[in-house]
């Protein structure tokens, strides 16, 4: 019986090391996200929606950035208790994660392009019977299973980040972009890419952005998403994103 104390507060310790192992009582989750929380006014809105959301039940979040294949693959394998921006379709392309209900808020798939004479204003159609090539980023299934609806073989690839497919359409070797809007937009502003005449083609699809959790924080995944419909229903998420534009 004396020794029960000490058992406890190893476990506690265990448990603050790295992802949760308890389940739905776990007071530090490790989540990753593949949207730059310093870079990117996107990243920066979610880290401080999930930043006070989880405080709000009590647990402490440790966000990870990790290229998008990578957060996909450290999720899956419960290397981290879950990830913080996917879509809604990414829930039926694998088994381990769960979506939490509510969405914070939504983003913009996009094609960027060099060349002045396309515009894509009918979505994922505007794509069909088209031989551009295009490029995509690694780890965004949805975006891969669109492409591959109205393109065929062959004609589409996927880069590693961001950066790697706007170089490709600065030095011609494709002709469209394909990405997150919220990701794309502020690296157009850079130095690097500012003046490299790369434009929005069209806004292929706007889509709500969900947190994903391991399916053992079932019961914690109900309880974030009241939340976030309390924080969305009282403005507190409009206020976060105002601050989020001001950091």
């Given at each position: 019986m004396r020794h029960r104390p000490v058992l406890a507060l190893m476990f506690l310790l265990g448990l603050a090391a790295g992802p949760a192992r308890a389940g739905d009582d776990a007071p530090h989750l490790v989540m990753a996200t593949m949207l730059e929380?310093?870079?990117?006014?996107?990243?920066?809105?979610?880290?401080?929606?999930?930043?006070?959301?989880?405080?709000?039940?009590?647990?402490?979040?440790?966000?990870?950035?990790l290229p998008a294949a990578r957060a996909s693959a450290e999720a899956i394998a419960g290397?981290?208790?879950?990830?913080?921006?996917?879509?809604?379709?990414?829930?039926?392309?694998?088994?381990?994660?769960?979506?939490?209900?509510?969405?914070?808020?939504?983003?913009?798939?996009?094609a960027y392009t060099r060349n002045p004479d396309i515009h894509l204003s009918n979505g994922w159609e505007s794509l069909r019977g088209t031989n551009y090539r295009v490029d995509f980023r690694f780890g965004y299934p949805v975006i891969q299973q669109r492409l591959a609806a109205v393109l065929p073989p062959g004609s589409f690839s996927g880069v590693l980040n961001a950066q790697l497919g706007l170089r490709k359409l600065v030095v011609g070797r494709t002709d469209l972009y394909v990405d997150t809007a919220e990701v794309v937009d502020p690296m157009l502003a850079s130095p690097e890419f500012m003046h490299a005449g790369i434009r929005q083609a069209g806004v292929l699809e706007r889509m709500p952005i969900y947190a994903y959790l391991n399916k053992k924080h079932e019961k914690l995944a109900l309880r974030l998403s009241a939340v976030i419909r309390k924080m969305r229903d009282s403005g507190q998420i409009e206020q976060l994103r105002r601050q989020a534009l001001k950091e």
């Open positions: 929380q310093q870079n990117g006014f996107a990243g920066r809105w979610l880290r401080l929606i999930y930043t006070e959301a989880f405080q709000q039940l009590g647990v402490a979040m440790e966000i990870r950035s290397n981290v208790d879950g990830e913080l921006a996917r879509g809604y379709d990414y829930g039926a392309m694998q088994t381990a994660l769960m979506r939490v209900p509510e969405a914070p808020f939504s983003a913009s798939s996009a």
